[in-house]
C-alpha cells in the first residue's frame, strides 16, 4: 500500500517538501517506492516509464540532504554527487533542470528568513570548455553531472582526483544503453576505482526505463561484491497511441523520390498540427537529407537537424530551440533518443524501423515527456519489408515485450586501458589491483592467468617495425607490484574511452574559425575545393581540405544547392526479439489466410484475408491500406515459394539474373548478425570447393550468394554445406580475410591504448591510424598480412595473444553472432527448423530487398556497380499466370527450348566443331538427316 502524499515526504526538510508540494504535486509510484531504499542507503535500481518522475526519486533526496547542510552552514566545498549519463545533451539538460529547483528551493528559504550556502552543480563533459574545468578544481561543484569517459578523466587527473573524495550518491542514468556494450563495462570498472578513491562505497542508483532482463541490470549496478540491490520495477509501459503511415504509392523494395516527396509531404503536414515534432532516422546522412527537404516546406527557420556530427554550439542551440518552442520540426539521430526533457514534444515520427524494441519505446516517449501525458508516435515505411518489421515492431510493444540485454563478458581491451590509467596514479600491489577489477560484474570471471598476460603484454609491450608498441609499466615480479612509465597519465586521458574510433575530418568555418561539425573521411577525401555541403541545414562551401591534419575548411554557401554528405558505418542489425516477432508475425498471418491452392485474386476477396486485416489493424497500428499490401507481398511471396520463410522454415530460392548466372537467395529471418555469419561461411566453404571468390550480402532478412555458371549443385545440399562442428573454424577463416576483422582489430588496440589517438596534443590523421594499426597486426599477427600464396592453403593460425583474442571475440560475437548461428545450425541438423530448396522462374517479391541491399550488407569489397545482384529484372507485381505456375513444369515449353537449343549446322566447319565441343550424343535412331547447306 502506498503512503499518503505527506507520509511520502515526512522524511524532507521543510523547504523541500512545500516546494514539492508545490511545484510538483503528487509523488509518482517510482518516488514513493524508491524514497526509502535511497534513504537507508541501499543500492537501487528504478525501472519506470520515460516522465514518471525517476530522476526526480534519485535527486531529491541528495537535495534534502545539501539543503540541510547549506540551512546550518556545514555545507563542505567536496562534490557529493555524482549524475553520469551515456548522452552529452542528456547531460547539460539535467544541469539545467536541478538548477531550477536549486534556486526555487533557495527563494523560498529567503522568504522565511533562512540563510542558505550556494549548492553548485556542474558539467563535465567532452564539449565542457578549458576555463569552466580549471574553475571547477578550484570551486568543486556540489553535484557532478557527466558521462562515463569524463568520469574516466577525472579519476586519473591527479588534482581532479581529490574533488571526488568525498562522493556519497552515484546515479547511473540510462543504464540499459550502457550496460549492453563496452562502455559499460569500461563505467564499471571505473565505478569500483571511485570505491577505492574514497575507500567506502557511496551508494548507487540507476535509473531507466527498459531493461531485460532487469535482474542482470541490477548485478551491473551492484558489481560482484556488493548485495543485488533493492529493484523498484514499475514496469516501462505508458499510454501509447502508435500507428504505422504508409505512403500513397504502392511500397516495393526501395523507395523512390515521389514516395519520398509524399513522405515529406505528410510529416510537413503533422508538424502543423502540432506545436513541436521530433523526427527519428537511422543515420546522420537521412537527418541532414529530410531536415534540408522538410525546411523548403516549412521554412528554414523551422526546421533543424541533430545528431553527433555537429558541433557542440549548434547542437546546444538546436535543443534550446526546440525546448522554447521557436521549432515546429527537429530531424536526429540516436543523440536525442534517451531521456531529455526537450519541451512540449507532441508527436514523434520515425523513418524506417528502428531496429529494436527498447529503442522505438525510448524514441516515442520523447513526445509528451511529462507525468501522465500519452506518447504519440507515427512510424513511415518505405518498403514492404519495413511495413513487415514495423508492423511486427508495434505487435511486440503491445504484447508488454523487450530486447534483452546481453552484457559483455570480461573484454580485454577495456580492461588494459583501466589498468593503465588506475597505475598511472601510482604503484600497485598486483593482487589488490587484480581484486579491483572483479569487483567489476563484467570481470566477475576474470581468471589470474589472463589478468598476467595482460600485466605482461603492458610491461613488455609489442615490437613492431617502428619501435615498441603499448609498454606502459614496469612490473616488479618479485614483490609483485606494477609502477607506471613515464608519460602513461597523460596518454591514458587522451586516449581514454570506449567507443569506437571512425575517420572523421573536422569542419572549420572560415573567417572565425568555428568548429561546426565533422565529415566522413572517405567523403572528406572524395570532395573537390567549390563543393556545396549541407551540415546542419547550413550550406558550406568547401575552401580547403587539408588531410595531414584532418580538416576541412568551409565558408557559408548561402543557401546554395548542397550535396548531403554520407557517414560510413556499421548499420545497426535487428535485434533477436523483433527478428522473432517478424517471423512470428509471418507465420500468424500465413495461418490466417487461406491456403495458396486457390487464385491470388481468390485469396484477396476471401473471408480470412478480411479476417486477416482486421487483426493486422487492431494489434499491429496499421490502416487498410497498408493491411492490404502486406497481405499482398505474403500472398505473393506464397505463390512462388510454396511456403512462407520464417525461423521455423528456411527457404533456399535460386534463379538465373540477367548475366546468365545464378542467385541463390536463403530467406531466414534470423537478423543480420546471424546472417552475416551464415554467409560469410558459405563464401568460405564455396571458395575452398570451387575455388572461385563469390560475391555475397546478408540482411536481417536473409542472405545472397552470385553463383557463376560452374556453380552447379542440388539446391538442398546448401543447407548441408555446413556442419556446427567446424563452422567457427570456417568462420574465422572468412572473417580474417574480410574487412571486418581488420575494423574490429583498429578498435581493440585503440581501446587499450596500443595506438593512440593523440600524440603530443595533436589528433593522429585517420589515415596514418590505420597504417599503425597494420603495422601492429603484422607484428603480433603476421600471418595475417602475410602474402596467401606463401601459406600453402593451410588454414591461417591465430596467435595466442589477448588483443588478437578480443578482436576475434568482437568479430564473432558483437559484429556476428556465431552462438545464434550454431543454434540455427544445430535445427537444421535435428529437423526443428525445415528446409525448402526451390529452383523459380522469377525472384520471388521476399528476395528483392536482399537483391537491394546497401553497401552495409554486402561480405566481399566488390563495389555496388559490378554487384551481379544488380543484374536481375524484378517486377513489383507478378501476372497473375506466374502466381498460379509457379513451379510446375510446361511440357510445351520444354519442347520449345529443345527446339531452340537444337544445333543449326550449315557446313562441314561447324559440323566438325560441333562434334569437338559435344560430349554425349542422342541415341542413333533419334538421328535425323537432313543436307548441308552451302
Not at 532487469?214 to 514496469?235: D, M, T, W, Y
Not at 539446391?715 to 554445406?721: A, I, K, M, P, S
Amino acid at each position: 500500500m502506498l503512503p499518503n502524499k505527506t507520509e511520502s515526504l515526512d522524511w524532507a526538510h521543510p523547504l523541500v517538501r512545500d516546494w514539492f508540494t508545490s511545484e510538483i504535486g503528487w509523488p509518482t509510484e517510482p518516488q514513493q517506492h524508491g524514497w526509502p531504499h535511497i534513504l537507508a542507503g541501499r543500492t537501487t535500481l528504478i525501472s519506470a516509464p520515460t516522465g514518471s518522475g525517476k530522476t526526480l526519486a534519485a535527486f531529491l533526496a541528495c537535495i534534502d540532504r545539501l539543503v540541510r547542510q547549506s540551512l546550518s552552514g556545514n555545507l563542505p566545498e567536496q562534490t557529493q554527487v555524482i549524475y553520469i549519463s551515456p548522452l552529452k545533451a542528456l547531460s547539460n539538460d539535467i544541469q539545467k533542470n536541478l538548477m531550477a529547483p536549486l534556486n526555487q528551493i533557495r527563494k523560498l528559504a529567503e522568504e522565511r528568513g533562512f540563510n542558505m550556502q550556494e549548492i553548485r552543480i556542474a558539467l563535465r563533459t567532452g564539449d565542457t570548455l578549458p576555463r569552466d574545468r580549471q574553475t571547477m578544481l578550484k570551486k568543486p561543484p556540489h553535484i557532478l553531472v557527466t558521462t562515463p569517459e569524463s568520469l574516466y578523466i577525472l579519476l586519473t587527473a591527479e588534482k581532479s582526483r581529490a574533488m571526488l573524495s568525498d562522493i556519497k550518491t552515484v546515479i547511473v542514468d540510462e543504464i540499459h544503453a550502457l550496460a549492453n556494450n563496452k562502455r559499460g563495462s569500461h563505467l564499471a570498472l571505473s565505478l569500483e576505482r571511485l570505491d577505492a578513491l574514497i575507500q567506502y562505497s557511496p551508494v548507487r542508483i540507476g535509473l531507466s526505463a527498459t531493461q531485460k532482463p532487469i535482474e542482470l541490470v541490477a548485478r551491473f549496478l551492484a558489481g560482484s561484491k556488493r548485495p543485488l540491490p533493492q529493484i523498484v520495477n514499475i514496469g516501462h509501459a505508458r499510454h501509447l497511441e502508435l500507428a504505422i503511415e504508409t505512403p500513397v504509392s504502392e511500397l516495393g523494395a526501395v523507395a523512390s523520390n515521389e514516395m519520398w516527396d509524399e513522405i515529406y509531404d505528410r510529416i510537413a503536414e503533422l508538424a502543423k498540427q502540432n506545436r513541436s515534432t521530433l523526427v527519428f532516422v537511422n543515420t546522420r546522412r537521412l537527418s541532414e537529407r529530410i531536415a534540408h527537404h522538410l525546411a523548403e516546406r516549412l521554412g528554414d527557420d523551422q526546421v533543424a537537424a541533430h545528431h553527433g556530427s555537429l558541433s557542440r554550439k549548434i547542437r546546444h542551440t538546436v535543443e534550446s530551440k526546440l525546448k522554447q518552442g521557436e521549432l515546429k520540426v527537429l530531424v536526429a539521430t540516436a543523440s536525442l533518443e534517451l531521456g531529455i526533457d526537450i519541451g512540449t514534444v507532441d508527436l514523434v515520427c520515425q523513418i524506417g524501423s528502428p531496429r529494436a524494441i527498447a529503442i522505438a519505446l525510448q524514441r516515442v516517449g520523447r513526445a509528451g515527456h511529462w507525468h501522465g501525458a500519452i506518447s504519440r508516435g507515427r512510424f513511415f515505411v518505405t518498403t514492404r519489408d519495413e511495413l513487415m518489421e514495423c508492423a511486427a515492431l508495434l505487435y511486440a510493444i503491445q504484447q508488454g515485450d523487450l530486447d534483452r540485454l546481453i552484457i559483455p563478458e570480461q573484454p580485454i581491451d577495456v580492461l588494459t586501458q583501466q589498468i593503465i590509467a588506475i597505475c598511472a596514479t601510482g604503484e600497485w600491489r598486483e593482487k589488490d589491483l587484480f581484486e579491483l577489477t572483479r569487483r567489476a560484474y563484467p570481470y566477475r570471471n576474470l581468471s589470474r592467468d589472463t589478468f598476467n598476460t595482460v600485466l605482461e603484454m603492458l610491461s613488455e609491450g609489442v615490437a613492431g617495425s617502428r619501435g615498441r608498441y603499448g609498454a606502459y609499466l614496469f612490473r616488479d615480479r618479485v614483490n609483485g607490484l606494477v609502477k607506471p612509465r613515464r608519460g602513461i597519465r597523460m596518454t591514458a586521458i587522451m586516449n581514454g574511452g570506449a567507443i569506437p574510433e571512425n575517420g572523421l575530418f573536422t569542419v572549420i568555418a572560415e573567417p572565425n574559425n568555428v568548429m561546426v561539425g565533422t565529415l566522413d573521411e572517405d567523403f572528406a577525401v572524395e570532395s573537390n575545393r567549390g563543393d556545396i555541403i549541407l551540415l546542419g541545414t547550413t550550406s558550406w562551401q568547401i575552401k580547403r581540405i587539408e588531410s595531414a591534419a584532418g580538416r576541412v575548411l568551409v565558408e557559408n554557401a548561402h543557401g546554395a544547392p548542397p550535396s548531403v554528405p554520407f557517414w560510413r558505418g556499421e548499420a545497426p542489425a535487428r535485434t533477436d526479439e523483433l527478428s522473432w516477432y517478424v517471423s512470428d508475425l509471418r507465420q500468424k498471418l500465413n495461418d490466417r489466410l487461406p491456403n495458396a491452392e486457390i487464385s491470388h485474386e481468390d485469396i484477396k476477396k476471401h473471408p480470412k484475408s478480411s479476417a486477416a486485416i482486421a487483426w493486422l489493424k487492431k494489434h499491429c497500428g496499421l490502416d487498410t491500406a497498408g493491411a492490404e499490401q502486406l497481405i499482398d507481398y505474403l500472398v505473393q511471396g506464397r505463390a512462388i515459394l510454396g511456403a512462407v520463410p520464417t525461423q521455423q522454415t528456411v527457404i533456399a530460392e535460386r534463379f538465373f539474373d540477367e548475366g546468365g548466372g545464378m542467385q541463390l537467395i536463403i530467406h531466414a529471418p534470423f537478423g543480420a548478425r546471424i546472417n552475416k555469419a551464415w554467409g560469410l561461411a558459405l563464401r568460405k566453404r564455396f571458395c575452398r570447393s570451387f575455388n572461385f571468390e563469390l560475391q555475397a550480402a546478408a540482411t536481417d532478412n536473409g542472405l545472397n550468394i552470385a553463383l557463376a555458371e560452374q556453380h552447379s549443385f542440388p539446391l538442398t545440399d546448401v543447407f548441408q554445406f555446413l556442419h556446427p562442428h567446424s563452422t567457427k573454424e570456417v568462420l574465422t577463416q572468412a572473417v580474417l580475410q574480410a574487412p571486418l576483422f581488420t575494423t574490429r582489430w583498429r578498435w581493440t588496440a585503440t581501446r587499450s591504448l596500443a595506438l593512440v589517438r593523440f600524440r603530443y596534443g595533436k589528433k593522429i590523421p585517420p589515415n596514418i591510424q590505420r597504417m599503425l594499426s597494420d603495422d601492429l597486426l603484422a607484428a603480433v599477427f603476421p600471418d595475417a598480412a602475410a602474402c596467401q600464396d606463401n601459406l600453402g592453403g593451410r588454414d591461417i593460425e591465430l596467435p595466442d595473444h589477448p588483443l588478437i583474442n578480443e578482436a576475434i571475440k568482437d568479430t564473432l560475437t558483437e559484429a556476428l553472432d556465431l552462438d545464434g548461428f550454431l543454434s540455427v545450425l544445430n535445427g537444421i541438423g535435428n529437423g526443428s527448423i525445415q528446409c525448402l530448396a526451390i529452383d523459380t522462374p522469377v525472384p520471388s517479391p521476399f528476395s528483392h530487398e536482399i537483391l537491394n541491399a546497401n553497401p552495409y550488407a554486402f561480405l566481399d569489397d566488390a563495389p555496388l556497380e559490378e554487384r551481379r545482384a544488380r543484374a536481375v529484372e524484378m517486377r513489383r507485381i507478378l501476372p497473375e499466370s506466374v502466381l498460379q505456375e509457379a513451379g510446375k513444369l510446361d511440357q510445351a515449353a520444354i519442347d520449345e527450348v529443345q527446339r531452340e537449343v537444337w544445333p543449326d549446322i550449315r557446313n562441314a566447319d561447324e559440323l566438325h566443331d560441333l562434334l569437338q565441343t559435344l560430349i554425349a550424343f542422342p541415341q542413333p535412331d533419334t538421328f535425323t538427316e537432313r543436307p548441308l547447306t552451302g
